[in-house]
Nanobody, 125 residues
Framework: QVQLVESGGGLVQAGGSLRLSCAAS????????MAWFRQAPGKEREFVVA????????GFLDSVKGRFSISRDNAKNTVHLQMNSLKPEDTAVYYC??????????????????WGQGTQVTVSS
């Protein structure tokens, strides 16, 4: 089992920045792929980005391209999502998720084996 704990959410004004972190523990390995999803009220959970042990990552959700970036600290089994130029439409609960295996990227929530509890991000206008 892998446990995921998110941190770094909060309330920020439009144009501001937040940095989310996700710390993995338990049976972590170098084939653990970690990702961020988000879910706004009344909407489906959507994929934001995923990152491999090597640091290679998928493309970003179109609406966050150029504003969000991802980094991974393997020594600490932690992934960071840097969110800049935040917009009210970025308001959502952000979830960290993970799966083991690097054969192909997974971008659907049901394909992920492990989830964090989520952290709320609220962007005021």
């Amino acid at each position: 089992q892998v446990q995921l704990v998110e941190s770094g959410g909060g309330l920020v004004q439009a144009g501001g920045s937040l940095r989310l972190s996700c710390a993995a523990s338990g049976r972590t390995s170098n084939d653990l792929v970690m990702a961020w999803f988000r879910q706004a009220p009344g909407k489906e959970r959507e994929f934001v980005v995923a990152v491999m042990w090597s640091g290679g990552h998928t493309g970003f959700l179109d609406s966050v391209k150029g504003r969000f970036s991802i980094s991974r600290d393997n020594a600490k089994n932690t992934v960071h999502l840097q969110m800049n130029s935040l917009k009210p439409e970025d308001t959502a609960v952000y979830y960290c998720a993970a799966y083991t295996g690097t054969v192909s990227w997974r971008m659907s929530p049901w394909e992920y084996d492990f989830w964090g509890q989520g952290t709320q991000v609220t962007v005021s206008s």
